[in-house]
C-alpha cells in the first residue's frame, strides 16, 4: 500500500526493483497461476469440515478460510501498486505460491483430523508467515525513501500481523480446541487492527479495474470448487453413473451458474465503475471495505454451499433426508452468498437489492426443510429458489426501466 520504484529508478541499489502500475493495469498470468494455489487449499478447507461433519468442524474451517483470505488480499494489493510477473513481486509471489500450496497439504489436519499431531499445524502457520513475510519484504526492498509512507505501511501491514502471528504460532502448540480459539483471535484481531488504523487514511490505488477483476476472478475460483464438488460427491457415492445422479449433477451446476449470474450479471461491472469514480479517502475505504472485507463473505457462501452440494451429491440416489449437516452447508451457505453479495452492492453503490436480500433469508428459513428432504429434492428446491430470485429482481429491474424510459444498461434498484 505504498508508492513503489518507477522502472529505471534506484536500480544501481535494488537488485529487483518493483515496477508500479497504473490505471488501467490488468491482471497479469502470474496472479492467475498464484491463484491456483489457493483453489486448492479452499478445496482442502471443505475436505477439513466434511472430515468434522459437525458445526465445530465448520467453525474450524471458516477460521482457515479466513487466515488464507488475508494472505490472498494482501497481494492482491500489492499486485495493484506494482506489476506482479515483474522484478521482487515476481519472487515474492512465486515464494507465497509454494508456501501456501505446502501449508493446503497439510490444512485438513490443521485441528488433529487425525490422531492429534501437531506436525500439521506448525507447518500451515510456517507456510502462512512465510507468505506474509514474503509480502511484507515486497515493501521493504521496492518502496521509496518516503518516511511517510513507509510508516503507512508499518501501520497498515506489519504491526497487526505481529499480535496475529503471535496467537497463531501459540496456537499450533496447544490442543485443538484451544487452538481454535488462538486462530479465531488471530483472524479477527489483525483486519481489525488494521481497519482502525487505516480509517480515513489516503491509500494509493492505482488501477480500480485490477482490484475488481482480481476479486471477480477469486469469486470464479471459489465457484469452481462448487463445480469439483459434483465430481467429488459423484466419487463419493462410489455407485454407477445413474439418472438420478444426472439429474443431480445438472441441478447442482445450475446452483453454481445462479451464483456466477447473482454477482456478475448486474452489480460487477457497475461497482467497478464506481471505484474508478471516486477518488482519495473515499477509494481507499470503498476499496477496503468493500472488496477486502466484504468478500470474504462471498467466498465463504460459496464454499459452504460446495460442502452442501457434495454432501447431496453423495447421497443423491437416496430416499433418506438429506440430513441436518449437509443442509445447513447448502442452504447457510447460499443464504451466505447473497448476504455477502448484497452487502457488497449496498456498500459500492449505495442501494439495497432488497430481493436478494429476502431471497438469502429464505434460504436461511428453509434450512430445517432442505434436511428433511431427500437430497435430490433439496437440490431442486435451492435451484427453485435461487432462480426465483434472480427472475423477480429482473422482473424488477423490466419494470423500472420501463417507468423511468431508461435504456437498458445495467444499473442498481431497489429490487
Known sequence: MSRLVPAGVHRSRRLLPAVPSREGHRATPLELFFDLA??????????????????VGIVQGLVVLALLWWSWTAFAWLSNHAHADEGVVRVAMTTAMVALFVGGLVLPDAFGAHGGDRFAPVVLV??????????????????VDDPAMRR???RAVLLPLVPSAALLVLGASVPPGVRLWCWLGAVVLEPALS?????????????????????????????????????????????AVDGATLLGAVLAMLVSIALWWTYFARYARPAEHALAATRG???????????SYLHLVVVAGTVLAALGIEGAMAHVGDTEPLGTFSAAALGGGLACFLAGASL??????????VVRTAGALLLLA????????????????????????????????????????EPAVVGVDAG
Open 281 to 291: 479517502v473515499e477509494r481507499a475505504r470503498l476499496a477496503n471495505e468493500g472488496y
Open 344 to 353: 457488497f452492492v449496498r456498500r459500492a453503490l449505495g442501494a439495497w437489492p
Open 195 to 239: 481497519y482502525l488504523a487505516t480509517r480515513g487514511t489516503e491509500f494509493r490505488l492505482p488501477s480500480a479495474t485490477h482490484l475488481a477483476e482480481r476479486y471477480g476472478l477469486v469469486v470464479i475460483l471459489s465457484l469452481g470448487e462448487s463445480v469439483l464438488a459434483i465430481g467429488v460427491g459423484v466419487g463419493a457415492a462410489g455407485e
Open 126 to 143: 510456517s507456510a502462512y508467515l512465510v507468505a506474509r513475510a514474503a509480502h511484507a519484504a515486497v515493501y521493504a526492498f521496492g518502496d
Open 152 to 154: 503507512r505501511v508499518v
Open 366 to 405: 428453509a434450512v430445517p426443510v432442505l434436511g428433511a428432504v431427500r437430497p435430490l429434492a433439496a437440490l431442486g428446491l435451492v435451484v427453485a429458489l435461487l432462480v426465483g430470485v434472480l427472475v423477480v429482481e429482473q422482473a424488477g429491474v423490466g419494470r423500472r426501466r420501463e417507468a423511468d424510459d
Open 38 to 55: 489457493y483453489v486448492f487449499a479452499f478445496t482442502q478447507v471443505s475436505r477439513l469440515m466434511a472430515h468434522q461433519h459437525d458445526g
